[in-house]
């Protein structure tokens, strides 16, 4: 079976400087230049064209990139697919067993939300609860059904850094949330998933299974792991939910979360309005986002 095909390493989405938006390999020698080299006004990219983000090819053209914008929208994510469960240090700060397969929750493709733009938090996800889940994600890139795990990285267009933004009363309290926890209602909102502004190849990182993850909140750190804690790692994640199951191009997987949630401290420090919560992965970059109370 023919795998997605693709050249690039990293891909970004950006607007140059006639104001039109483009598709290109940014010119950068790390990802930790690109804040810099966009802020400066000095990033280039390798323009690539197509009908969409998952049907691009290369051109010799070479940009300034004057804006960056979200490498992906709503209109590009059929659906956004969740492990809930994957990190082992993260189960255990739950007080849970490690699962025997993948636990499998979605949030709707409204949930998607650009790298750094204000996520709107509704009054129901507001009071001692909100929290965050620094994530891994894979982006499907070729629409797959009961894809074996030794092909599964064919069927990967690339990863990008996530906050998998939480309401843990509408998770976790009994008085909200019924006798057990649910998941989609509570992580489900409306630019409750944003995504990062690099899609970032297996070319470049594999399996994205050895990549330093990170989160802060207003400059805090809170997560600091390696995604090598994973229970299920890429490839068993894409075969599992792929069993009878139709992952259409454009799907996002979030992966789960490592420890150093809030709802894991003794006191938790639940997010507040204005708070900025920054999820920073190796070789990925940064989605940086702050909360926005309605």
Known sequence: M?????????????????????YGEPVLSSIHDLDEAVSQGTLEATVWEGSNIFS???????????????????????????????????????????????????????????FNEDIPIPKLAQDDQL?????????????????????ALQYIAGFVSSNDVSARKWQRDPA???????????????????????????????????????????????????TSDLLFNTEDIVAFVSQGTTLEAGTVIMTGTPAGVAMGMKEPKWLKDGDVVEVRIEQLGSVKNRMSFQ
């Open 2 to 22: 023919a795998s997605f095909t693709t050249t690039f390493e990293r891909l970004i989405r950006f607007q140059d400087e006639a104001g039109q938006p483009r």
């Open 56 to 114: 691009l090819a290369p051109t010799t053209q070479i940009l300034k990139v004057k804006k960056l914008l979200p490498i992906l929208t709503a209109e590009d994510v059929p659906l956004v697919k969740c492990v809930g469960l994957n990190y082992m240090k993260h189960i255990q700060e739950g007080g849970r067993k490690p699962p025997p397969y993948p636990s499998i929750f979605i949030k709707p493709r409204t949930s998607v939300a650009g």
């Open 131 to 151: 929290d965050y889940e620094g994530e891994l994600c894979i982006v499907i890139g070729k629409t797959g059904k009961d894809i074996p795990k030794n092909e």
């Open 176 to 226: 909200f949330a019924g006798g057990v926890p649910q998941w989609c209602f509570s992580k489900g909102f409306d630019r409750f998933a944003p995504l990062g502004p690099v899609l970032v190849s297996p070319k470049l990182v594999g399996n994205a299974g050895n990549l330093r993850l990170q989160t802060f909140v207003n400059g805090e750190l809170r997560q600091d792991t390696n």
